[in-house]
């Protein structure tokens, strides 16, 4: 069974930058269109970063041109850089495979990591 883990998460103000990271056991990332995900309490959690394997990212409004989203194939991971963070990016984020692609995230999902941005 493949296992998603992200970490990097954490308190950081606004303004500031936090970098996550996901690797996956059992499962070469590099072969799938990958995606970051996003949930708050309510609220349906939310694709916010996608990269396809030839490595083209497309990002969602909210997160445009603060976030970037990379491969590391050696490492067999996907990296979340955040820069310029509001509060309305506190939230669990997730990775899983891209919903775009695949109509729907296709892996178990992990237990993500909090990003809290206050101050």
């Known amino acids: 069974q493949v296992q998603v883990v992200e970490s990097g998460g954490d308190l950081v103000q606004p303004g500031g930058s936090l970098s996550l990271s996901c690797t996956a056991s059992g499962m070469i990332l590099s072969f799938y269109a990958m995606g970051w995900y996003r949930q708050t309490p309510g609220k349906q959690r939310e694709l916010v970063a996608r990269?396809?394997?030839?490595?083209?990212?497309t990002y969602a409004d909210s997160v445009k041109g603060r976030f970037t989203m990379s491969r590391d194939n050696a490492k067999n991971t996907v990296t979340l850089q955040m820069n310029s963070l509001k509060r309305e990016d506190t939230a669990v984020y997730y990775c899983n495979t891209d919903a775009m692609t695949y109509r729907t995230p296709t892996l178990y999902w992990g237990q993500g990591t909090q990003v809290t941005v206050s101050s």
């Open positions: 990269i396809t394997t030839d490595g083209s990212t």
